[in-house]
């Protein structure tokens, strides 16, 4: 008969390691996202012509690093994959529904304005008041390469909005004026040099 107290024990600790294990994962995946500074986020994407398995490897993978990151969208050229892909869940995993993948976005419809705080996981640390458009209507294909249509309005079409410009190497800073920009990218070069980018 196996001790109770020493079964009890492994548990504990096998849970540990799990949790541990969980934890460094997650820091891996958040690790994956390339940062401003990087040239694949300043250039546009390439469209993507082949809907294979490891297109689809690539989007699980684009959701794992989303949501370990606590976003609500994220392009390709983010984790340094140059190709046209953008996925979106402004549920954070709640509602299966929002699970959004967009290969070959292109925006039919923008339309009326938003003002509102915005921030980027290639941009860490920093939120600036964006005008966005309130309803967009964007078009490309999903993961298998099917038709798509999607048309969001409010926090989604500003995130739409916001992965569409990454696809044409456009970050949000492209939307501050010229002294807010300067001053923000003298931050983040100093964060640079001290290594922390
Ligand atoms: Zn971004």
Not at 62 to 91: E, N
Not at 117 to 130: K, N, Q, T, Y
Not at 156 to 184: F, M, N, Q, W, Y
Request: glycine content about 8%; proline content about 4%.
């Amino acid at each position: 008969m196996v001790n109770l107290k020493v079964e009890l024990e492994i548990l504990t600790r096998v849970r540990a390691l799990v949790l541990r294990l969980s934890i460094h994962l997650e820091e891996e995946l958040v690790q994956a996202i390339v940062k401003y500074g990087d040239p694949v986020l300043g250039r546009p994407a390439d469209e993507v012509s082949k809907f294979d398995e490891s297109l689809a490897a690539l989007v699980a993978e684009m959701f794992d690093v989303m949501y370990a990151a606590g976003g609500v969208g994220l392009a390709a050229p983010q984790i340094g994959i140059s190709m046209r892909i953008f996925v979106m869940d402004a549920s954070a995993g709640q509602e299966a529904e929002k699970r959004v993948t967009v290969v070959n976005p292109t925006i039919e419809l923008a339309d009326g304005d938003q003002d509102g705080a915005e921030g980027c996981l290639s941009v860490p640390g920093f939120s600036f008041d964006i005008r966005r458009p309130d309803h967009v209507i964007v078009r490309g294909q999903d993961a298998s390469g099917l038709p798509v249509s999607i048309d969001v309005t409010g926090l989604e079409a500003r995130c739409v909005s916001h992965e569409v410009d990454h696809l044409d190497g456009r970050l949000l800073l492209a939307h501050i004026s010229p002294l807010k920009r300067d001053i923000t990218v003298r931050k983040i070069k100093k964060r640079i040099r001290s290594g922390d980018w």
